[in-house]
């Protein structure tokens, strides 16, 4: 039993870190919508850079729909994990068609890998 216990503790905090290689990989689904890095411009949704700890619907320049302006989240992983798993489900009536990654490891490697880009688009 405490074996048990000891491996899901373990496979737990790996899956709460995430992969940002294997997070850049999977990212390249997001790139159908979504820029990151220094020259990263609005696109058919909203520039990543810095998005982790970003308070939803407040990209300059991108026009968000009105359920994601006023939803009140901060995209916190815990937040960004739901999000990306289920779009539709944490902020009923988006504009993102994305139905959402197929694994909670894939969510946490994507949030893994927009965690290393500051507000300026640099990685830190």
Not at 71 to 88: I, V
Request: proline share 7%.
């Amino acid at each position: 039993m405490v074996s048990a216990l000891a491996l899901a503790a373990t496979s737990g905090a790996a899956l709460a870190d995430g992969d940002p290689a294997a997070g850049q990989a999977t990212f390249k689904i997001c790139k159908a919508c979504h820029q990151i890095g220094e020259n990263a411009k609005n696109f058919v949704g909203p520039v990543l850079n810095g998005v982790v700890g970003r308070k939803a619907g407040t990209y300059p320049g991108y026009n968000y729909s009105e359920p994601n302006k006023t939803s009140g989240l901060t995209w916190d992983e815990a937040t960004l994990m739901k999000y990306l798993r289920n779009p539709r489900a944490v902020v009923p009536g988006t504009k993102m068609a994305f139905p959402g990654l197929p694994t909670d490891q894939d969510a946490a490697n994507v949030i893994a890998y927009l965690k290393q880009f500051g507000p300026d688009g640099k990685k830190m």
